[in-house]
């Protein structure tokens, strides 16, 4: 398994410009996140899903949008791209069950926007 | 809403002694709680999670101790070495919160020769 893939690793972008960050897992997880991370800062949850069709904002949504079509991907859209949304993206997964698990974490989109 | 506080915000210590990093929670409904080591510019890797049925679990130099009743878990890491600096995060979520977790504001733990 690959576990939960992200591109691409860096990306610069001009402000106003959009783009999608990709994010595919395929350990059949339902549940899916995409968190940013500021330098020296903590994960922001940005978007969340907890099957194909079904996604919900979490903290900090505005200027991001997600879709999720299928149970193994799940991108990221920016549209309008600002500086303050220069950051580090990661998307993770989680198997849905009875049991408490862990998220498994991509290795991260690299984003400027200058 | 869940808080999580995590302290300290940074921790240096002398190779070979032990590391002590508290989360406290306000949402006595949690259950589950990992944490997790992010090295620099590296993704968050899960090291040692507990459940809410669980007083204490160990994993060679990392322990993780929870305590129900004052809603605090701590991450214990022993005999400390240089490849333990990173940043350590915790965590927290209930089975009813749609999947989502809590995270503290993390750790940079220094580990020095």
């Known amino acids: 398994n690959a576990g939960v893939t992200q591109t691409p690793k860096f990306r610069i972008l001009k402000i106003g410009q959009s783009m999608t960050l990709q994010c595919t897992q395929d350990m059949n997880h339902n549940y899916m996140y995409w968190y940013r991370q500021d330098p020296g800062m903590g994960l922001k949850l940005i978007y969340y899903s907890v099957g194909a069709g079904i996604t919900d904002k979490g903290e900090v949504p505005n200027g991001y949008n997600v879709s999720r079509s299928t149970t193994e991907d799940f991108p990221l859209r920016l549209e309008l791209a600002a500086p303050s949304q220069t950051s580090v993206y990661f998307c993770?997964?989680?198997?849905?069950?009875?049991?408490?698990?862990?998220?498994?974490f991509g290795d991260g989109t690299r984003l400027s926007i200058l | 809403g869940e808080n999580v506080e995590q302290h300290p915000s940074t921790l240096s210590v002398q190779e070979g002694d032990s590391a002590v990093i508290k989360c406290t929670y306000s949402d006595s409904a949690s259950n589950y709680f990992p944490w997790y080591k992010q090295e620099l510019g590296k993704r968050p890797q899960l090291i040692i999670d507990i459940r809410s049925n669980v007083g204490e679990k160990k994993d060679q130099r990392i322990a993780v101790t929870l305590n129900k009743t004052a809603k605090h878990f701590s991450l214990h890491i022993t005999e400390t070495q240089p490849e333990d600096s990173a940043v350590y995060f915790c965590a927290a979520w209930r089975t009813d919160s749609w999947g989502k977790f809590q995270f503290g504001a993390g750790t940079q733990v220094v580990v020095t020769p």
């Open positions: 993770a997964s989680r198997p849905t069950g009875g049991g408490n698990q862990p998220q498994h």
